[in-house]
């Protein structure tokens, strides 16, 4: 079989398919037929090296996080799920790998995949929900009535965020691009705002939760957004903004840790309806490497991209 796989950090030149021969699943594994995987911003941060003090430096490197599929084999200690069991998930960050026809990857990453959801849909969902439940609810502890600022609402995460903020019945205020404005309500925000123009003074000191899902707010205006005691989270942060996260007790930022009882709860909440992330296109493995390259330079799609197989 054939993987997508790079053969140092850098630029998306090194990104190629290339032949791939997978090894039995360990005992704690479940080695999985993929019927479709979602592009995330994490994926060339990971090859750009950007988390190379996590992903050390044996190459070649698989490519992808975000997986949906079907179960073929499992190891000696996997008692839950079997061959034919229909999953979502993701792989390691260290060990990436979900833009294959398989993969293998830890029983702890994975969760069943509800019958009702197609392949696609169950793909777009881990890396996003995750990234929102972790920082609103593990690290924010976004709680009934307060006010929270979403910086990207329009993108995957800041709709899960939305849709999280919502279900625990805070007030919602985004920063969307232009396009984005006109569905602010239809997003769920209280308030959109677009993000081309300054922050109105108005706002200053209104929220208990600044949330930058797109890591372009500036720690000024983070500082200025939240209310005393507030809190200013960061899923993409400088290296600045990582120093000021270790010297502040008002900043923190969040990697995607998406373990099952994480997911789970993502899960149970799109079930319910409450939560989904648009797809905007689906492709084909063979044209993922020029699609990378493309949103990595700056193409805009309103939802994700999910690679189907």
């Given at each position: 079989m054939e993987r997508l796989q790079y053969d140092s950090y850098g630029g998306t030149e090194s990104v190629r398919l290339a032949p791939f021969a997978m090894p039995k699943p360990k005992a704690d594994e479940v080695a999985v037929r993929v019927a479709a995987a979602s592009i995330n911003p994490m994926d060339w941060k990971l090859r750009r090296g950007d988390m190379r003090m996590f992903t050390g430096w044996k190459f070649p490197r698989a490519v992808g996080t975000d997986f949906a599929g079907t179960v073929e084999e499992v190891g000696s200690k996997v008692c839950d799920l079997k061959p034919g069991d229909p999953v979502l998930g993701t792989v390691s960050i260290k060990g990436s790998g979900a833009f294959a026809p398989r993969l293998i990857t830890r029983r702890d990453l994975v969760v069943e995949k509800p019958h009702t959801w197609s392949f696609i849909e169950a793909a777009s969902l881990p890396i996003a929900g995750v990234t929102a439940w972790l920082v609103l609810v593990i690290n924010a502890g976004l709680q009934r009535g307060q006010s929270l600022f979403i910086n990207g609402a329009g993108g995957a995460v800041g709709h899960a965020g939305i849709a999280i903020a919502r279900d625990i019945g805070a007030k919602v205020t985004g920063r969307v691009g232009p396009r984005s404005i006109a569905q602010g309500h239809d997003l769920g925000l209280s308030?959109?705002?677009?993000?081309?123009?300054?922050?109105?003074?108005?706002?200053?000191?209104?929220?208990?939760?600044?949330?930058?899902?797109?890591?372009?707010?500036?720690?000024?205006?983070?500082?200025?957004?939240?209310?005393?005691?507030?809190?200013?989270?960061?899923?993409?942060?400088?290296?600045?903004?990582?120093?000021?996260?270790?010297?502040?007790?008002?900043?923190?930022?969040?990697?995607?840790?998406?373990?099952?009882?994480?997911?789970?709860?993502?899960?149970?909440?799109?079930?319910?309806?409450?939560?989904?992330?648009?797809?905007?296109?689906?492709?084909?493995?063979?044209?993922?490497?020029?699609?990378?390259?493309?949103?990595?330079?700056?193409e805009r799609v309103d939802g994700k991209t999910v690679i189907a197989f």
């Open positions: 308030l959109a705002l677009d993000y081309t123009k300054p922050l109105p003074d108005a706002l200053d000191g209104s929220f208990d939760v600044v949330f930058d899902a797109h890591g372009s707010l500036s720690p000024r205006d983070g500082d200025r957004l939240i209310k005393r005691g507030g809190m200013v989270i960061d899923i993409a942060p400088t290296p600045y903004k990582f120093l000021l996260a270790l010297l502040s007790q008002s900043r923190k930022f969040v990697i995607a840790d998406v373990k099952a009882e994480y997911l789970q709860h993502v899960v149970d909440l799109a079930t319910a309806h409450k939560l989904a992330i648009p797809i905007a296109r689906t492709i084909a493995l063979a044209d993922a490497p020029a699609l990378l390259a493309s949103v990595e330079q700056g």
